[in-house]
């Protein structure tokens, strides 16, 4: 079956860094990208960007263009999430999900979030 | 950008509901429907606007090309209570709707 799977919670001071994974299996990982999506905590969600987990081309959100990379290594079918610059409005739950092989693609699956906190 | 309503609703077991879905800007058909329960990561429910994802019921169904979409879920039942996202993926940046949480 079909599962993506992530990495454990994390807590992280200000100005630190974070890398997320996202362990894919039960599907052909180069035939889908890999969407990630994070939400604060009892706000709503958030998209972060895309990357083709075939050429490895990303597409980020403008507001963490700057502080965020999405890396994929199809040797272990996972996607990787990492930001930088970490601010404590940066707690929130990180979600990978598998999208289409094109940016402008539904996402089906998801993974099952991680908690990254942000604090001193 | 993308507007849900309403932002909450009450309803009962066995009720029909519908949360509609406004884009700022035309969006065709590219847009998704997900179900959120607390502590949980999102399901996908719809894709294509009307187009169910694979193990959905049929009780869930989506309409609407555009700017205006509804997400209509008849005979509600208790695992059905949860908070309703929709997503339009066919301009940069993707964006969610602010979200409808359905309660009892």
């Known amino acids: 079956q079909i599962q993506l799977v992530q990495s454990g919670a994390d807590v992280k001071k200000p100005g630190a860094s974070v890398k997320v994974s996202c362990k894919a299996s039960g599907y052909t990982f180069t035939s889908f990208g890999i969407t990630w999506v994070r939400q604060a905590p009892g706000q709503g969600l958030e998209w972060m960007g895309w990357i083709s987990t075939y050429t490895g081309n990303t597409n980020y959100a403008q507001s963490l263009r700057d502080r965020v990379t999405m890396t994929t290594d199809t040797s272990t079918t996972t996607a990787y999430m990492e930001l930088r610059s970490l601010r404590s409005d940066d707690t929130a739950f990180y979600y990978c999900a598998r999208s289409g092989s094109q940016l402008w693609s539904p996402v089906d699956y998801w993974g099952q979030g991680t908690l990254v906190t942000v604090s001193s | 950008q993308m507007t849900q309503s309403p932002s909450s609703l009450s309803a009962s077991v066995g009720d029909r509901i519908t949360i509609t879905c406004r884009a700022s800007?035309?969006?065709?058909?590219?847009l998704a429907w997900f179900q959120q329960k607390p502590g949980k990561a999102p399901k996908s429910l719809i894709f294509a606007a009307s187009s169910l994802q694979s193990g959905v019921p049929s009780k869930f169904s989506g309409s609407g090309s555009g700017t205006d979409f509804n997400l209509t879920i008849t005979s509600l039942q208790p695992e059905d209570f949860a908070t309703y996202y929709c997503q339009q993926y066919n301009s940069y940046p993707l964006s969610f709707g602010g979200g409808t949480k359905v309660q009892i």
């Open positions: 800007q035309g969006i065709s058909s590219s």
